[in-house]
């Protein structure tokens, strides 16, 4: 599904890669942990698209992403990979429903399919009946099911997410966990997940644990 092969990043002097080797299998979940600055958000971005490595190669279904333009990597990202973040990065002007429906709007979808899809997943993460809701309406736990959705609404070979249940009490994360191996099983969805929640990172098929900018020993 993923590979990833001698990826190295630095900003102006500071080497935050240093030779990263990953690969991840159709259906797994992997956990990426590691101390404050030692480059796992950085690594998620370059896995994701949304940073470019300065040398090594990142191939997701076989699509070597080095060799797409901006254009084609963009349409790419739109078609094959989903997002969560801490922070929802829900858009507070639209409604629960319009936020799940842009990443498929953006992608030229047909408005039906969208529609069926977005109340599908609604219905699947029990937030239908937020569906009109504005962000700033719903609970913590209510905006991060919103992004799940938004992350699934284009049917993603993969999904990244950053510190996911960082910014929910314990309550709501324990579901979100629950939720992303609920979708594993009926969606067969990947997710690589970097985190500080010990009990998530376990939890995982995998943990890799990122040390000074390389990969230790994986669990």
């Known amino acids: 599904m993923l590979k990833a092969v001698n990826i190295h990043k ?10 990263i080797d990953l690969e991840v299998s159709e259906g797994e979940i992997v956990s990426i942990v590691g101390a404050s600055g030692a480059g796992k958000s950085t690594l998620l971005h370059i896995l994701g698209t949304l940073d470019r490595p300065d040398t090594g190669s990142v191939s ?32 507070p002007e639209f409604t629960a429903y319009e936020n799940i429906c842009l990443p498929a709007m953006i992608g030229n979808r047909n408005m039906n399919e969208i529609q069926e899809k977005a109340d599908y997943l609604m219905n699947m993460l029990g937030i239908y009946q937020r569906k009109n809701h504005k962000p700033s309406e719903m609970s913590g736990g209510e905006q991060q099911r919103t992004a799940v959705a938004r992350a699934l609404i284009n049917s993603p070979v993969i999904i990244f997410a950053d510190e996911p249940s960082g910014n929910l009490d314990s309550k709501n994360a324990e579901e979100l966990h ?20 010990f009990h998530l990172a376990d939890m995982a098929d995998r943990k890799v644990e990122i040390i000074d900018g390389k990969i230790g020993n994986g669990v």
């Open 10 to 19: 630095s900003y102006n002097k500071l080497h935050v890669l240093k030779g």
């Open 60 to 91: 997701i279904k076989d699509t070597t992403l080095e060799s797409l333009s901006e254009e084609k990597l963009a349409q790419f990202r739109n078609q094959n990979i989903g997002f969560v973040f801490q922070f929802h990065n829900l858009l």
């Open 178 to 197: 629950r939720l992303f191996f609920k979708l594993r099983q009926d969606l067969k969805q990947t997710f690589v997940i970097v985190t500080h929640n």
